[in-house]
Every structure is written in C-alpha cells, then in structure tokens.
C-alpha cells in the first residue's frame, strides 16, 4: 500500500483527466466536481466549528466555513453560466 498514489493525487489526476475531455463535457464534469466538492468541505467547516464552539481554535474553523460558503455561492455561480450554455447549445 506504500507505493499507492495518495487520494489527493488520484483525485487530482481524475481532475486533468476530465480536463482533456472536449471543453463541452469537460466545463459539464468539472463544474459537478467542484459543486459537491465544495459542498462537502462547507458541511465539514460548519459542523467542526459547531462542535468546536467555545474552544480556542473555533474561530479558524468559522472562518473557514466562511470561506467555503462563499465557494458554495461562487460555484453556484459557475452552475448558473453552465445553464445558460447548455440553453444556447446542447453541450455533449
């Protein structure tokens, strides 16, 4: 198992693998990647700072979730101008 690539690195890969797809599936999967990956980080960040509430380190953790919430709107964003493309164009 020593010699396995790391999950970051496998997923990382996964990401430029979908990245040379055809630009119209590749802004399709790569916007569903980021969507639920920045998803998961914001539920991560929030449920830590809320157990977290009170300790010294809190405050890192509401910050981050912070951020990440931005992320969710900005991806949101992201989600928004991929359905105005695909509404122009079916994208394949």
Same mark, same amino acid.
């Given at each position: 198992?020593?010699?396995?690539?790391? #999950?970051?690195?496998?997923?990382?890969? @996964? %990401?430029?693998? %979908?990245?040379?797809?055809? /630009?119209?599936? /590749? !802004?399709?999967? @790569? #916007? /569903? !990647?980021?969507?639920?990956? %920045?998803?998961?980080?914001?539920?991560?960040?929030?449920?830590?700072?809320?157990?977290?509430? =009170?300790?010294?380190?809190? =405050?890192?953790?509401?910050?981050? &979730?912070? /951020?990440?919430?931005? =992320? !969710?709107?900005?991806? &949101?964003? !992201?989600?928004?101008? @991929?359905?105005?493309? #695909?509404?122009?164009?079916?994208? #394949?």
């Amino acid at each position: 198992m020593e010699n396995e690539p790391s #999950t970051v690195s496998r997923v990382e890969q @996964l %990401i430029r693998e %979908i990245a040379a797809e055809p /630009a119209e599936q /590749a !802004v399709v999967d @790569l #916007t /569903a !990647v980021a969507n639920r990956s %920045i998803i998961e980080l914001n539920k991560l960040a929030r449920q830590q700072a809320s157990n977290r509430r =009170g300790e010294p380190d809190w =405050g890192k953790w509401a910050r981050l &979730a912070n /951020a990440a919430r931005s =992320g !969710v709107l900005q991806v &949101a964003a !992201v989600r928004d101008s @991929l359905k105005a493309l #695909t509404s122009e164009k079916p994208l #394949t």
